[in-house]
T-cell receptor
Framework: ETGVTQTPRHLVMGMTNKKSLKCEQH?????MYWYKQSAKKPLELMFV???????ENNSVPSRFSPECPNSSHLFLHLHTLQPEDSALYLC????????????????FGPGTRLLVL | GNSVTQMEGPVTLSEEAFLTINCTYT??????LFWYVQYPGEGLQLLLK?????DKGSNKGFEATYRKETTSFHLEKGSVQVSDSAVYFC??????????FGKGTRLSVIA
């Protein structure tokens, strides 16, 4: 596999369920990101990890819990979600988080389409 | 703070028409500028980028020139195809602040 992969591609869950989204990058990058893309809203940055350490958390509700066990893998653990959390969740990676466009260019996975009932 | 403003969509064009999608930005310092494209059912893909004033990014027939004097990075293509139908996002990165995206412009090309 090459690039950034995400599983599952589609997920339907009830508000009391617990599920996890997985992201894996095969690019040797040091930074990984979670974004939320909702219809008719700008792309929202949720979390940023650099060298497995969280460096950005944009006031995301605690029902979303990220985990970055190593620089190639990123998880988003979900519990007690609300219907308004239904969206496309995108993972991205980049060589670094600063130091010019080459190191900061982000590469995206295909996303997980989440529906919360 | 940093921000990106894109023209509102959707944009509908006939095949072989000329495309312009406007993008202007506000940023501190000297940002890098990007265009990303999202095809239906997929994630975002980097289309092109420019790192300094007067740089021109180009890819797949698309071009955008970094204009510092007008703080713009408009996307152009001389002859669009049906396969170019997608959502296009302008974005900027400045210093240690996160990548900032515009709201996206949906392009539909009809045969």
């Amino acid at each position: 596999e090459t690039g950034v992969t995400q599983t599952p591609r589609h997920l339907v869950m009830g508000m009391t369920n617990k599920k996890s989204l997985k992201c894996e990058q095969h690019l040797g990058h040091n930074a990984m990101y979670w974004y939320k893309q909702s219809a008719k809203k700008p792309l929202e940055l949720m979390f940023v990890y650099s060298l497995e350490e969280r460096v950005e958390n944009n006031s995301v509700p605690s029902r979303f819990s990220p985990e970055c066990p190593n620089s190639s893998h990123l998880f988003l653990h979900l519990h007690t979600l609300q219907p308004e959390d239904s969206a496309l969740y995108l993972c991205a990676s980049s060589p670094g988080t600063s130091g010019g466009a080459q190191s900061e260019t982000q590469y995206f996975g295909p996303g997980t389409r989440l529906l919360v009932l | 703070g940093n921000s990106v403003t894109q023209m509102e969509g959707p944009v509908t064009l006939s095949e072989e028409a000329f495309l312009t999608i406007n993008c202007t930005y506000t940023a501190t310092g000297y940002p890098s500028l990007f265009w990303y494209v999202q095809y239906p059912g997929e994630g975002l893909q980097l289309l092109l980028k420019a790192t300094k004033a007067d740089d021109k990014g180009s890819n797949k027939g698309f071009e955008a020139t970094y204009r510092k004097e007008t703080t713009s990075f408009h996307l152009e293509k001389g002859s669009v195809q049906v396969s170019d139908s997608a959502v296009y996002f302008c974005a900027l990165k400045s210093g240690n602040t996160p990548l900032v995206f515009g709201k996206g412009t949906r392009l539909s090309v009809i045969a």
